[in-house]
């Protein structure tokens, strides 16, 4: 396989998606320019596709098992982007993220439990804790001029005696944060105190900038640890949703037997072939197409920055140290323009022409907020500002 550097991509052909059951484009109508769910518009790395079609030149699709070269590459790649460890004995591959977190909420929680939620945050996060009959602590980032902190003081404050689980979004979606050290070590000794488990969805963390590096919750120190579900995945990071795929790491052998069990149980343990051939394609030689896809990604943050600043200065965005979404903020704009939340929507679906994801789906602290996916290329990203700030401005 020929070596790739980080020039040989291009993220700026435009490929038509309507028409193939993209949840992103097919769901909307025609007229509207797609930037909401979090699916990038980029080709995943050459080498997955090379790897699909090589596999389908074998005639047969059985039931297949998760190959050790799969274990192996994920840990390498671990190494690589973070410096961790994450062998195979302490690892679950799974069918994708969030069943991953159902299931530690049906594995160490009863109906009736509190898990604490930090909003705003990933709306799957409360119908996971809603659906499984467990309640809702409600823990509040704290935002200042658009800035974002875990707000530690007010989470001592919302644990009762029935909070068993803290579900932790590294970095953040949608506030594009990157937990520091000293953010992190503060939520593990409130978390090792009230003895929660904390199940850490960091699949947003191969997509961090340069400039800031990635901690995971169970590297601050062994008691975390112990308490820790580590939920990574190759879907966001090389863009293969479609094949759906995660891993559980586990330190806490205990811990790990009983969501092993769990999920034989609720039958989320079983991942699909092409998702085995893909996943392992993008660890093993994918490295070259993330160096260019995270650059490309902060200068992209830096443009959508400048033309609002020059077009719509009452619209801001918060810092983005991670990912390919950016939390805008509109409520400068709402005040002078007279618009609710969901005035605000209308305008930017039927005026403007374009899907953006609605802030107050992101829970408490999401209203007057909208989260915008800039993993399109150029045309289609600027087309949308375009459109944003002739309807607003």
Not at 269 to 279: C, G, I, K, N, Y
Not at 340 to 361: C, I, M, S, T, Y
Request: with cysteine; aromatic share 6%.
């Amino acid at each position: 396989m020929a070596t790739e550097t980080p020039e040989a991509f291009d993220f700026d052909t435009r490929h038509e998606r309507r028409g193939t059951d993209s949840v992103k484009w097919d769901l909307v109508p025609p007229e509207r320019l797609p930037l909401w769910v979090a699916d990038m518009d980029y080709p995943p790395p050459p080498a997955v596709v090379e790897a699909i079609k090589r596999r389908l030149e074998h005639p047969l699709l059985g039931y297949t098992n998760v190959p050790d070269t799969l274990y192996e590459q994920l840990e390498q790649f671990q190494r690589a982007q973070h410096g961790r460890a994450m062998p195979k004995d302490e690892v679950t591959v799974l069918s994708a993220t969030m069943p991953g977190v159902k299931t530690a909420i049906e594995c160490f929680t009863e109906p009736g439990d509190g898990i604490v939620v930090q909003a705003p945050v990933y709306p799957p996060f409360f119908q996971a804790v809603r659906d499984n009959r467990r309640r809702v602590v409600l823990n509040h980032l704290h935002e200042h001029h658009g800035e974002y902190r875990l707000d530690l003081e007010e989470l001592e404050t919302v644990i009762d005696d029935g909070t068993r689980m803290l579900l932790l979004c590294s970095p953040h979606n949608p506030v594009g944060r990157v937990w520091t050290r000293h953010e992190l070590e503060g939520l593990a000794e409130i978390a090792v105190r009230h003895e929660l488990v904390v199940v850490s969805d960091e699949i947003h963390a191969d997509l961090r900038f340069e400039e800031h590096d990635f901690l995971g919750i169970a590297d601050i120190g062994s008691k975390i640890a112990a308490r820790t579900i580590t939920l990574v995945s190759p879907s966001k990071t090389f863009n293969i949703p479609g094949c759906s795929v995660a891993a559980a790491a586990i330190k806490d052998s205990e811990m790990r037997r009983r969501y092993r069990s769990a999920l034989r149980a609720l039958g989320t343990d079983h991942v699909t072939l092409p998702a085995l051939v893909a996943s392992e394609a993008a660890y093993a030689h994918g490295g070259a197409w993330l160096t260019a896809l995270r650059r490309h990604l902060a200068f992209t943050v830096g443009d959508v920055r400048r033309v609002l600043a020059e077009r719509l200065p009452e619209v801001t965005a918060s810092p983005v140290e991670a990912s390919f979404v950016m939390w805008l903020d509109f409520r400068r704009l709402q005040r002078r323009r007279e618009l609710d939340d969901l005035e605000l929507q209308r305008v930017l679906r039927e005026d403007a022409g374009v899907e953006l994801l609605h802030g107050p789906q992101f829970g408490p602290g999401g209203e007057g907020f909208q989260r915008l996916n800039i993993a399109a290329p150029r045309e289609v990203l600027y087309e949308a500002l375009d459109r944003i700030c002739a309807a607003l401005g």
